[in-house]
């Protein structure tokens, strides 16, 4: 029951995290993250809230995950992507560069937080073990099927995602292009350094 509670209370922390570096990047205004440039650029076509946006396109995805392999599906699953939608327009309705006394802050560090905390919080989710994010599902099936790093399959899924919004007319700049070169690192290296905290304890 205590491990249970740690992990779920990990999961909802990661969630927020996550969704907190999303809105970062998104706030840096220098290109969004891929799963934010593929979601803008549908938002051209559909208006509705980025973070509704958000939770549709996950659900989406943890169903394809459920029919790829049900181990990438979990409880923490459902509160990750329904919980990352939740938080970015709750960040995103808030004016986080006063309220954080963000606006001298240089765009390009702003990005690079956003993007190292968007990796974190993944990574953390991760590590509970509760489940898995709605690319994290894909990256994973690809990095086993295909015997390539977690990393480099995250870059290429990565790549469609951004590809697919620049055709729909999505936010891209460097913001976009360091996300989907650090991203990918960041989760596998995260992923790694809270594994080697709990073997260590």
Partial sequence: MK?????YTLVVISTAVTAFGITMVLLAEMGADPISTFLLGVLNFIPIQFGTGSQIFSLTFLVI?????RDFFG?????????????INL??????KAVLFLQNMPDFCMAIIG????????????FTKTGVGPLEGLMFFFSKRYN??????RMVIDGILVATGIALGGLVGLGTILCI???????????KVFTLMRNSK
């Fill in 3 to 7: 491990h249970f509670l740690i992990d």
């Fill in 148 to 153: 390539v790093t977690i990393k480099f399959t």
């Fill in 115 to 126: 993007i190292v905390m968007f990796g974190m919080g993944t990574g953390l989710f991760l």
């Fill in 65 to 69: 995950n459920y029919f790829i392999s």
């Fill in 181 to 191: 070169l650090l991203t990918g690192p960041i989760i596998e290296i995260s992923l």
């Fill in 91 to 96: 960040f995103l309705s808030a004016d986080l």
């Fill in 75 to 87: 409880f923490g699953s459902l509160i990750f992507s329904i919980g990352c939608g939740f938080f």
